[in-house]
């Protein structure tokens, strides 16, 4: 069974700090992880993902195999990253089944 | 312009009153899915699709169908709807082969 682990519904920060939202995953062979991002309650977005290993809006993510990780990073956070962040993990194949955690509400101060 | 249209974007019904909310992407995408999104629980897979006539139950399909009769569409069917399907519902789909899925912009039902 494949599983995503955001370990913080709340995470608070100001502006211009570095801001890291965790995500652990739990799947027997090899998942695509994704980062979703959804702004007041509209459309999920898609941020990131392991595979192409870019940079959005500032943030990145790297997979951790050893330790089952996809932890979103960015080092100056801005008042307008302030959402609610998902981690999902597909597990490709033919079923393409994607999972999602159970999100991290980021706020930004000023 | 490629994306996932849901209908209708609000709804407020009566439980037990059958209901329809349709869902339509134009990317010719084989893999189609529904999700309901409730504070503290995240999005959850209802059901999904992986090519026309061809579904299979999510994380928590009870008190739902679905049909893939055309490769587009893939509406979500409540035959009787309760207060407990009071959610956020999102449709998304996906290439076969690709990465990343698309999202709609949600259906807000009510079931009072």
Redesign the interface.
């Known amino acids: 069974a494949q599983r995503v682990t955001q370990p913080e ?1 709340l995470l608070s920060v100001f502006k211009g700090a570095p801001v890291e939202l965790k995500c652990n995953y739990s799947y027997s062979g090899s998942p ?1 992880l ?1 980062w ?1 991002v959804q702004y007041s ?6 941020l990131l ?1 392991h ?2 290993r870019e940079s959005i809006k500032g943030f990145t993510a790297d997979l951790n195999k050893g330790e089952t990780s996809f932890h979103l990073k960015k080092p100056f956070a801005q008042e307008e990253d302030s959402a609610m962040y ?1 981690c999902a993990l597909s597990s490709g194949g ?10 991290t509400l980021l706020t930004v101060n000023p | 312009e490629a994306q996932v249209t849901q209908n209708p974007r609000y709804l407020i019904t009566v439980t037990g009153k059958k209901l329809t909310v349709t869902c339509s992407q134009n990317m010719n995408h084989e893999y189609m899915s529904w999700y309901r999104q409730d504070p503290g629980l995240g999005l959850r897979q209802i059901y999904y699709s992986m090519n026309v006539e061809v579904t299979d139950k999510g994380d928590v399909p009870e008190g739902y169908k679905v049909s893939r009769k055309e490769k587009r569409n893939f509406p979500l069917i409540l035959e009787s709807p309760s207060p407990n399907q009071t959610s956020l519902y999102f449709c998304a789909s996906r290439r076969q082969g690709a990465n990343g899925y698309t999202f709609g912009s949600g259906t807000r039902l009510t079931v009072v």
């Not at chain 1, 309650?41 to 898609?46: F, I, N, P, S």
């Open positions: 519904k695509e994704f979703y309650r509209q459309r999920l977005q898609l993902r595979i192409s998902y033919s079923n393409y089944k994607l999972t999602f955690g159970k999100g």
